[in-house]
């Protein structure tokens, strides 16, 4: 039973580099969201999903896009990474629509940006 | 949005002690949600408490939503208690997370 599962767990980037993160959940939820998680900061949500081929701006988007690809992923690009993006970042479902229900984490990504 | 305020911010406990963690909101809310991130970082939700009391072995959380605060209640605390600690309301479909009480447990 996997939950929510994100790759990749590290990745060190150089500025202007691009990458995507994925994020994939076995638990049949409808909603997917994208948090990073900075000293200090607390959570704040980047994106979210209501459902499969619609995604809505959060707290933080910018720099950043999404793809709902389908009901289980969910991914996040860095076109052109920046030294401020370097974060800790949350994937996280919920079942039914957004914030209905309860949020269920993957294990986070941690990403540097030089 | 709505501000959120947990205290204490910091929290040394010798195994066995009992504590309150107190999360404090702004504004009326539809749920709030109670988290813990251990020391690797992990993220396991705890309790989906939009009014009441619920209770989960050692751990038990109180939403008063009238008086816009919850409480997190550990008994008997253990070591794997450590971490921090997050309340997460939700207002006006949003999400907004505290920015946590960090446990310590002694052995």
């Known amino acids: 039973n996997a939950g929510v599962t994100q790759t990749p767990k590290f990745q060190v980037l150089k500025t202007g580099q691009s990458m995507t993160l994925q994020c994939a959940q076995d638990m049949n939820h409808n909603s997917m969201y994208w948090y990073r998680q900075d000293p200090g900061m607390g959570l704040r949500l980047i994106y979210y999903s209501a459902s499969e081929g619609t995604t809505d701006k959060g707290e933080v988007p910018n720099g950043y896009n999404v793809s709902r690809l389908n009901k289980r992923e969910f991914s996040l690009r860095l076109e052109s990474a920046a030294p401020s993006q370097t974060s800790v970042y949350f994937c996280a479902s919920s079942v039914g629509t957004p914030y209905t229900g309860e949020l269920f984490f993957g294990e986070g990504s941690r990403l540097t940006v030089l | 949005g709505i501000q959120v305020e947990q205290s204490p911010p910091d929290l040394i406990l010798q195994e066995g002690a009992n504590s309150t963690l107190r999360c404090n909101f702004s504004d009326s809310v539809n749920n709030l949600q109670w988290f813990h991130q251990n020391p690797w970082g992990q993220l396991i939700n705890l309790f989906y408490?939009?009014?009441g009391t619920k209770q989960n072995g050692r751990l038990s959380a109180t939403t008063v939503a009238t008086e816009r605060y919850s409480l997190l209640y550990i008994s008997s605390s253990q070591t794997t208690d450590s971490g921090v600690y997050f309340c997460?309301?939700?207002?006006?479909?949003?999400?907004?997370f505290g920015a946590g009480t960090t446990v310590t447990v002694r052995a």
């Open positions: 408490i939009p009014s």
């Open positions: 997460a309301p939700l207002n006006d479909y949003k999400l907004s």
